[in-house]
């Protein structure tokens, strides 16, 4: 992967992830418990975030991006962050989220990157397919 394209992918990501945080804030500005619900949104990430963590994450860095290397590493570790507070949005417990309704935030997320133009075709379909697969990881986990 040349620096250039690790270029257009941080952007991409940058974007993402600052879209992400801007709803979280503006819940949390909205919200007149701040604290509490500030606590419970970062409770539900990082508990999401700890059941997307895969042992597999070199195989699929090089399949997705077609390198393993720190940068590109890093590049996905960043997507399933903003990933993980995308999901944890959705309103309600892991384990009440069903198939369909994960499908629809795995399809939202990548439509989102897709726009931003910084992902070719092919990466975004091989990630959309591993955060499906994730979807039995998180059931498993949660009941």
Do not use: H
């Amino acid at each position: 992967m040349k620096n250039k394209d690790v270029s257009l992918i941080s952007l991409g990501v940058g974007v993402v992830a600052g879209a992400a945080l801007g709803y979280v804030v503006s819940l949390l500005v909205s919200d007149p418990d701040k604290r509490k619900q500030k606590k419970k949104l970062n409770n539900k990430v990082e508990e999401i975030k700890g059941l997307l963590q895969q042992e597999d994450l070199v195989d699929r860095v090089g399949d997705v991006f077609d390198s393993t290397s720190s940068a590109a590493r890093e590049k996905y570790e960043e997507l399933v962050d903003d990933f993980a507070v995308r999901l944890s949005l959705f309103k309600g417990t892991l384990a009440s989220i069903d198939d369909k309704k994960y499908r629809q935030v795995v399809a939202d997320f990548v439509d989102d990157l897709q726009e931003d133009g910084e992902f070719s075709d092919e990466q975004l379909k091989k990630l959309k397919r591993y955060l499906r697969r994730d979807y039995k990881l998180i059931k498993q986990s949660v009941t």
